[in-house]
């Protein structure tokens, strides 16, 4: 198993209420030429979790943060184009579990948001450090 460090969240960047899947990211970053989905975990807006890329395989999600993190995804993070914090209450509470568990799991104490490693994003449309 690979050495894990960090959690790092992202949003889809898709509008508020629209429902994608795992097998649309991954088409997406198929399109893109990734190996796979880049998340290891995406959460619906149900607050469904479904797995991605698997976890004992390095994601492609955060440039320069991809050997030692898990990714995770929620869908939503735009209202009419524009960035905004869309995670519904279900996303909140799945979230909140999601990455509880794994920081138990692994043993991490680093979760950031994407734009905490990547200055120039908006993603994921929260402030991570203040909520997780």
């Not at 190996?35 to 975990?41: C, E, K, N, V, W």
């Not at 619906?44 to 994601?59: F, L, M, S, V």
């Not at 734009?115 to 994003?121: E, I």
Request: glycine fraction near 10%.
């Amino acid at each position: 198993m690979r050495e894990i460090n960090k959690i790092v969240i992202h949003c889809s960047a898709t509008e508020q209420g629209k429902h994608f899947t795992v097998e649309d990211i991954r088409r997406w970053h198929l399109a893109r030429n990734f190996s796979d989905i880049g998340y290891h975990y995406v959460i619906y807006i149900d607050g469904k979790i479904e797995r991605g890329r698997p976890i004992k395989k390095q994601g492609a999600h955060t440039k320069g943060f991809n050997k030692d993190s898990v990714g995770i995804c929620y869908v939503g993070g735009l209202i009419n184009k524009k960035p905004k914090d869309t995670r519904t209450i279900p996303q909140i509470h799945a979230l909140r579990g999601l990455v509880e568990g794994l920081k138990i799991a692994f043993e991490i104490n680093e979760v950031v948001g994407h734009r905490d490693l990547s200055h120039d994003r908006a993603c994921p449309c929260f402030d991570v450090k203040t909520e997780l």
